[in-house]
């Protein structure tokens, strides 16, 4: 089964060995919290499995409408979490060394979209030219 990507709402991953699908909702949102350089910064939720009400039901609208016979009898998905994810403005990934010159020896590989995951078996022969 491919991978489905609906409408840059979000994917369905192809089951597991284990029978599981996996979906995605492609909502953005921030975690913000004090930085002690007093900028407020965006990081990760101390648990990943508190999930809002408000997402859980837009999550689940999302099933339904892509494919609604899997929560027939109303079933709900058996887990719930939050994947970190870092997305750029227009959703490339970021290949680059710093752009401060104090920090030239430091590269970032980082960012992209929701779906960057698949890139990583091909992504390292293009890291590789930028540290060259």
């Not at 007093?38 to 859980?56: F, K, W």
């Not at 719930?80 to 590989?109: E, K």
Request: net charge positive; charged share 20%.
């Amino acid at each position: 089964m491919p991978v489905l990507v609906y409408g840059a709402k979000g994917e369905v991953i192809p089951p597991s060995k284990d029978g599981l699908f996996k979906f995605t909702n492609a909502n953005t949102f921030w975690n913000t919290e004090q930085h002690p350089s007093g900028r407020r910064v965006s990081v990760p939720a101390l648990d990943q499995h508190v999930i809002p009400a408000g997402l859980r039901a837009e999550s689940i609208e999302l099933i339904r409408q892509r494919i609604p016979k899997i929560l027939s009898a109303g079933r709900t998905p058996d887990d719930w979490r939050l994947c970190w994810d870092a997305i750029s403005p227009d959703q490339n990934q970021l290949i680059a060394q710093h752009p401060d010159s104090r920090l030239s020896t430091l590269f970032f590989a980082t960012a992209g979209s929701f779906h960057s995951w698949k890139f990583l078996p091909t992504i390292g022969k293009y890291v590789v030219k930028v540290l060259n």
